[in-house]
């Protein structure tokens, strides 16, 4: 079973191997921003949960107005 890395560049798809020192490089920083984006997505989705759950506090909080 071959399990290495394949990255794909306008629908060609390469090994790792094949590529050049500076391929590989970009394929190294492109594999840390994607890491980092996810992470960023998974913790802007807890602070929007809290920011809901504040805000649903706050709407129990405050008088109601009567029309």
């Known amino acids: 079973m071959d399990d290495e890395i394949e990255v794909t560049v ?13 391929a590989r490089e970009q394929v190294t920083s492109l594999q840390f921003v994607e890491a980092q984006i996810t992470e960023l997505n998974a913790k802007l989705a807890v602070y929007q949960t809290a ?17």
Do not use: W
């Open 51 to 67: 920011r809901n759950a504040y805000q649903a506090a706050l709407q129990q909080l405050v008088p109601r107005l009567k029309q």
């Open 10 to 22: 306008d629908g060609i798809t390469y090994k790792l191997s094949e590529l050049g020192d500076e």
